[in-house]
T-cell receptor, first 111, second 113 residues
Framework: DTAVSQTPKYLVTQMGNDKSIKCEQN?????MYWYKQDSKKFLKIMFS???????INETVPNRFSPKSPDKAHLNLHINSLELGDSAVYFC??????????FGPGTRLLVL | AQSVTQLGSHVSVSEGALVLLRCNYS??????LFWYVQYPNQGLQLLLK??????LVKGINGFEAEFKKSETSFHLTKPSAHMSDAAEYFC???????????FGSGTKLNVKP
């Protein structure tokens, strides 16, 4: 069984479009995260939710909006996509004060 | 504030040789430290973690790392490289709440036959 899953795995879209990436974890964790990995492999946290509440919101354009319908899901919606948004987006989850477990990533390419 | 620096974006070793991947950290609080591995087109997998217990930490796939406070280092080693070890390795630091992970820029390990 996949612990942290993301859909879609690949996403190719035009500039200006709006897209969503979904994340689900079946580990019973109460904290979920979104990371962005750029072309140089640099990995940076974007958001963190604990029990459906936003607890970390790094300096990210407000075109990015996370949504957590329940503890097992954390979706990422991106408005007005730009070329610079092309990256790999990783979802992760953890229990409180425990190690983070990562999903397989969503490779976003904006044309 | 916390950060990690990984020295060497690319490391190449021969199969059977020692693997040494360097990580130095900066932290204003006692850190928790991690090594993750990323295989091509896959997510990050936890190799090992240091959470203020034993300073020498053993992980999966024969890897281990030693926390050295005096050197602010957490280098990753493996006595004998295997072809399957070829991947990208990331060092990360967090505070004791685990909420914020700060990753290094990664080291790509190449293993030559």
């Amino acid at each position: 069984d996949t612990a942290v899953s993301q859909t879609p795995k690949y996403l190719v879209t035009q500039m200006g479009n709006d897209k969503s990436i979904k994340c689900e974890q079946n580990l019973g964790h109460d904290t979920m995260y979104w990371y962005k990995q750029d072309s140089k492999k640099f990995l940076k946290i974007m958001f963190s939710y604990n029990n459906k509440e936003l607890i970390i919101n790094e300096t990210v354009p407000n075109r990015f909006s996370p949504k957590s319908p329940d503890k097992a899901h954390l979706n990422l919606h991106i408005n007005s996509l730009e070329l610079g948004d092309s990256a790999v987006y990783f979802c992760a989850s953890s229990s409180y004060q425990e190690t983070q477990y990562f999903g397989p990533g969503t490779r976003l390419l904006v044309l | 504030a916390q950060s990690v620096t990984q020295l060497g974006s690319h490391v190449s070793v021969s199969e059977g040789a020692l693997v040494l991947l360097r990580c130095n950290y900066s932290s204003s609080v006692p850190p928790y430290l991690f090594w993750y591995v990323q295989y091509p087109n896959q997510g990050l997998q936890l190799l090992l973690k240091y959470t203020s217990a034993a300073t020498l930490v053993k992980g999966i796939n024969g890897f281990e790392a030693e926390f050295k406070k005096s050197e602010t280092s957490f280098h990753l080693t493996k006595p004998s490289a295997h072809m399957s070890d070829a991947a990208e390795y990331f060092c990360a630091v967090s505070g004791h709440n685990f909420n914020k992970f700060y990753f290094g820029s990664g080291t790509k390990l190449n293993v030559k036959p």
